[in-house]
């Protein structure tokens, strides 16, 4: 069954990432069409946890962000939690500690965090390029910002082979 992925192409390398629809269908929409609007284009990975987390998302690190790109991508959306267990490889989405709260930043793990489950909105995870992740959260940080933050060049949203529920 086909599936909507989204290629990161970084300055560390390429992620790809299966979106989970049926699990997170407001938050799955709302990243691919941050995506679609090149919303993440020129973004860095801004939060850096060592052996849990990297995050990105975060509009304000753009090359060139301008308020209109707040106007044209963000909106809150609904919290999504779901029955997806955040392991290794997950992708979630990214929110203050209020409800309804995610906007644009999302974060991979790059180990169990079984405290996560049913809080946040896991929608999607890494088919290929984790070793890229792993990458990124070794790099050196000073409270949780990398002191050479990678950019993420570009996001694009590309049709993929579904995983069965089962292998999530």
């Known amino acids: 069954m086909a599936s909507k992925c989204v290629k990161f192409e970084t300055e560390a390398g390429n992620i790809e990432m299966e979106m989970f629809p049926e699990s997170a269908p407001e938050s799955v929409r709302n990243f691919l069409n941050l995506v679609a609007v090149g919303a993440y284009d020129t973004t860095t990975f801004s939060r850096v946890v060592p052996d849990f987390v990297v995050q990105g998302g975060d509009l304000w690190t ?34 203050g500690a209020r409800e309804n709260s995610a906007t644009t930043s999302f974060f991979i793990l790059v180990s169990e965090a079984s405290h996560l489950d049913g809080t946040f909105a896991a929608f999607g995870r890494v088919t290929k390029g984790m070793e890229v992740v792993d990458a990124i959260n070794k790099m050196e940080v000073k409270d949780e910002a990398p002191l050479k933050p990678v950019r993420l060049k570009k996001a694009t949203v590309f049709t993929c082979q579904a995983m069965t529920e089962t292998t999530k």
């Open 62 to 95: 753009r090359e060139k962000f301008t308020q209109d790109w707040l106007k044209r991508a963000v909106r809150k959306i609904s919290d999504e939690p779901n029955q997806i267990k955040h392991q290794r490889g997950i992708l979630s989405m990214a929110r």
